[in-house]
């Protein structure tokens, strides 16, 4: 826990990306990664296999970006470095591993910039009715004023409604990958809601789950719409469904992706991102990972995930 605070405390990003827990999360995985190195070796291999094996396989080689890179764990940063002249690597924050690593090419560049298209806004329009010794830094915009000024700010806007500020669509930034032969949505989609929806969660929660669901559902078909529009290669590994068992038998299935289909057949594996023991000694969580190393030239595929229990 302490080595974790100092490492957050060193971690180079912004302040309001660190209190928004991308910093906490990023270091978490790393943690996480060397708790269940084993566990993780699989679906980091097929996921970096499946990365090598696009790139060879791509004639053009000016310009690589992978999204979401993070810690690097699932990217072969050596064998793309090597075939493109240029590789950018776009995450919400860099780890000091990962800085390191890019260090060591001169045609690797580290982009620190929100993907999802929301980030920011998010993070400026909270607000938040807890005791003030309580809750996080105020976001800008509510400083300086009392709980009950914000209690009645959040009483007044449920009762037009439930809509606080009405949130704006996600506009994730086409300039990110503007020009790019050969791109990689790296395990990111599906974590793309979850510290946003956190975060509202916290500060400004929704009126119902119906309109929680709705806000992470639309993260998640604009970061689609950003990789279907690309005209360059496009490479998406993404969770696409969530198990969580107790001893062995599955309890509950959950659909990361808020409903979004994904209909294109591709190569598909486990990810035991929670083997028996990292949660409790009975309960794990094992993720299904489907890769598509060419986007646009995928087979439609005909199934939709089913996230019944009686379901394969
Ligand atoms: C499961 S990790 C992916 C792991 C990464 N590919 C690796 O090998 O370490 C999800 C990544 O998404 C990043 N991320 C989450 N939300 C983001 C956002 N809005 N913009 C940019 N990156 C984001 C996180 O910082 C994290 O690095």
């Known amino acids: 826990m302490i080595v974790e605070f100092f ?15 991308y910093g906490r999360e990023i270091i978490s995985l790393e943690a996480r990664h060397q708790r269940c190195h084993d566990a993780w070796a ?11 094996d696009a790139a060879a396989d791509c004639q053009d080689t000016g310009h690589a970006v992978v999204l979401g890179s993070g810690a690097l764990l699932d ?16 995450d919400i924050v860099h780890p000091n591993s990962a800085r390191r690593q890019a ?13 999802s ?13 807890d005791p003030i010794g309580a809750r996080p830094p105020p976001p800008i915009g509510s400083r300086d004023k009392s709980c009950e000024i914000i209690s009645g700010v959040i009483d007044r806007n449920l009762a037009k409604g439930g809509a606080l500020g009405a949130l704006r669509e996600p506009r994730p930034d086409p300039a990110m990958i503007a020009g790019a032969d050969f791109v990689v949505s790296t395990n990111v989609l599906a974590q793309l809601p979850l510290p946003l929806l956190d975060w509202l969660q916290a500060h400004r929660p929704f009126a119902d789950d119906a309109a929680r669901d709705a806000f992470g559902r639309s993260i998640i078909d604009h970061h689609l719409a950003l990789l279907q529009h690309h005209p360059g290669r496009v490479v998406l590994i993404t969770e696409v469904l969530r198990l969580i068992t107790v001893d062995e038998n599955p309890i509950e299935k959950i659909d990361p992706l808020f409903g979004a289909p994904i209909f294109a057949d591709g190569e598909e594996w486990w990810w035991d991102v929670a083997p ?7 309960r794990a969580m094992r993720l299904r990972v489907k890769g598509l190393p060419d986007l646009a030239k995928a087979d439609q595929s005909r199934s939709c995930r089913n996230t019944t229990l009686a379901a394969p």
Do not use: C
Request: glycine share 4%; proline share 7%; hydrophobic share 50%.
């Open 7 to 21: 490492q957050h405390l060193r971690l180079p990003a912004a302040k309001w990306v660190k209190q928004m827990g």
């Open 42 to 52: 699989p679906h980091l291999t097929a996921t970096r296999r499946l990365i090598i």
């Open 75 to 90: 990217v072969p940063l050596h064998d793309l470095a090597a075939r493109f002249d240029r590789v950018d690597l776009i």
């Open 103 to 115: 260090a060591r090419f001169d045609n690797v560049r580290l982009i620190a910039a929100d993907i």
């Open 117 to 129: 298209g929301i980030a920011p806004a998010v993070y400026s329009q909270a607000v938040t009715a």
């Open 276 to 282: 028996p023991g990292e949660i409790d000694r009975h």
